[in-house]
T-cell receptor, first 115, second 114 residues
Framework: AQSVTQPDIHITVSEGASLELRCNYSYGATPYLFWYVQSPGQGLQLLLK??????LVQGIKGFEAEFKRSQSSFNLRKPSVHWSDAAEYFCAVGAIRGATNKLIFGTGTLLAVQP | DGGITQSPKYLFRKEGQNVTLSCEQN?????MYWYRQDPGQGLRLIYYSQIVNDFQKGDIAEGYSVSREKKESFPLTVTSAQKNPTAFYLC?????????????FGQGTRLTVV
């Protein structure tokens, strides 16, 4: 069955430090992978996506993610975190489940940024 | 500006009442979705629609109903049969099936049962 795992529920980093958020997926075919960000009480905004091609994808706000098929991972990175990056981050895979095309989300990682 | 509008932002409902959440998009998207978000559980799909006058149940459809009479609109009704309706509800849309296109989300409706 298709699934997404985000093993870190909550992460705290200092402003200016680097960041890596982990995402592992389970999917039989080539996955379509996404990272979304959600500010409190708001909807989700797309950070980046991977469909095919170059395994290192660049997104908005200085984020990047690397697709590693051998590890079934799609980790999100940022070299220097800003206080405004504090939010909840969701990894998702586009999948077919039965007759449904849909996004399957991980449970999210809540990022706190210390000054 | 194109986008998805959900209303209201906050909604309170008495137990035993039905309530309808609005979702409108002007992105000319065919596919629309309703997700429920609870702390620590990510987003779970309630219903989705790929085309007008057609919709499918998602993973947690019990206690919910939808309609898709217009391409732009996909309202969600939370019925009294939903045992635990207090949650944050998100509507989304995409060009076609979600697999190969990104989904755009509304700002959400927070429903509280009082």
């Amino acid at each position: 069955a298709q699934s997404v795992t985000q093993p870190d529920i909550h992460i705290t980093v200092s402003e200016g430090a680097s960041l890596e958020l982990r995402c592992n997926y389970s999917y039989g075919a080539t996955p379509y992978l996404f990272w979304y960000v959600q500010s409190p009480g708001q909807g989700l905004q797309l950070l980046l996506k991977y469909f095919s091609g170059d395994t290192l994808v660049q997104g908005i706000k200085g984020f990047e993610a690397e697709f590693k098929r051998s590890q079934s991972s799609f980790n999100l990175r940022k070299p220097s975190v800003h206080w405004s990056d504090a939010a909840e981050y969701f990894c998702a895979v586009g999948a077919i489940r039965g007759a449904t095309n849909k996004l399957i989300f991980g449970t999210g990682t809540l990022l706190a940024v210390q000054p | 500006d194109g986008g998805i509008t959900q209303s209201p932002k906050y909604l309170f409902r008495k137990e035993g009442q039905n309530v309808t959440l609005s979702c409108e998009q002007n992105l000319n998207h065919d596919a629309m979705y309703w997700y429920r978000q609870d702390p620590g559980q990510g987003l779970r799909l309630i219903y989705y629609s790929q085309i007008v006058n057609d919709f499918q149940k998602g993973d947690i459809a019990e206690g919910y109903s939808v309609s898709r009479e217009k391409k732009e609109s996909f309202p969600l009704t939370v019925t009294s049969a939903q045992k635990n309706p207090t949650a944050f509800y998100l509507c989304a849309s995409s060009i076609a099936g979600v697999m190969n296109t990104e989904a755009f989300f509304g700002q959400g409706t927070r429903l509280t049962v009082v």
